[in-house]
């Protein structure tokens, strides 16, 4: 059965030239998926179909998964390499990343709108499906008020006490005190991805959905070495990603259905639902992230 033939992400189909010979190590192995390190700073995932697409990643299917997880796992130092368009294990070829054919991770903004999606939109849709037991941020969601000012809440985790501060002015700031925002949440909090960076990913999001790049632009110029001192290596990925345009399938969906005009509910819950069931709780991080980027937008807009 091997090699096994995968459906890329369009940024590994353009990063294997530059990785040729490169030896790869196993970093980290979960159920459905895994990371392997490419030098210091570059990770690639390998995943099933059904957890959907890294802006990092490869796609296999779920019937050879377990052949090449069992595969991987068992990979000594030194016998990952790329070669050509192929990982080889041991000199082998163990999957093949055809250069076609690959899932586009980027998502493309509309010049800036004068209305795109309200903010109390989502923060409503949000109230109405938000349980009784979410974690993260999203305890924080019923002090956010209407206007995007989050009153004082009672947190017993430290972390979100820290975490108040930041969001009750992140609405309002300029791009220094974004990044100083930014700074102060990057690695704050539980999780493989920590709280705090899922929710600055949301919030680059939302500035993407509407086209605010100069925005983002500085973000990146300020944030990209604060990243991979701030928090882990796979959380650092996906902030780097997302300041370049690129998120994993669940988000990149959503704000897909945002930027539409008149975006269909059935479509727009169907893709919010997709956020929500990422992780134990980063999609909600994710998605507080989006609606402050949206009240962010909205101060923007009023304020100039």
Not at 118 to 127: T, V
Not at 142 to 147: A, F, L, N, Q, R
Not at 216 to 227: F, G, Q, S, T
Not at 244 to 270: K, T, V
Request: charged share 15%; net charge positive; hydrophobic share 45%.
């Amino acid at each position: 059965m091997l090699p096994i033939t995968c459906v890329p992400s369009r940024y590994v189909a353009r990063l294997l030239p530059h990785i040729q010979g490169s030896p790869l190590q196993l970093h980290s192995l979960f159920e459905r998926s895994l990371n392997l390190f490419v030098g210091s700073r570059l990770l690639l995932t390998i995943q099933v179909a059904s957890l959907g697409h890294s802006p990092f990643g490869v796609v296999v299917g779920e019937t050879v998964w377990p052949a090449l997880r069992r595969r991987l796992a068992s990979a000594a130092e030194g016998d990952l390499s790329v070669m050509g368009r192929a990982l080889l294990m041991g000199g082998h070829p163990l999957l093949t990343i055809p250069a076609a054919h690959g899932y586009d991770e980027r998502f493309t903004p509309l010049p800036p709108q004068p209305n795109i999606f309200p903010a109390r939109h989502l923060h409503q849709m949000l109230l109405e499906a938000k349980g009784d037991g979410q974690a993260g941020l999203a305890t924080l969601l019923e002090g956010w008020s209407p206007g995007g000012q989050l009153r004082s809440v009672t947190a017993v985790e430290p972390w979100l006490v820290r975490a108040q501060p930041v969001l009750k002015t992140i609405t309002a700031g300029d791009g220094p005190a974004l990044v100083e925002a930014a700074r102060r949440l990057i690695g704050l909090g539980p999780g493989l991805t920590p709280s705090g960076d899922d929710f600055v990913v949301g919030f680059v999001g939302a500035l993407w959905l509407d086209g605010q790049t100069n925005m983002v632009r500085y973000l990146r110029r300020h944030l990209r070495e604060h990243l991979w001192q701030a928090t882990n290596v796979i959380s650092a990925q996906y902030l780097r990603h997302a300041l370049h345009g690129r998120f994993s399938s669940p988000l990149r969906s959503l704000l897909e259905a945002m930027i539409q005009g008149e975006p269909d509910s059935r479509q727009l819950m169907a893709a919010l639902r997709g956020v929500m069931a990422v992780g134990s709780s980063s999609g909600w991080d994710s998605l507080m992230g989006v609606l402050a980027g949206l009240y962010w937008r909205e101060q923007e807009r009023r304020g100039s």
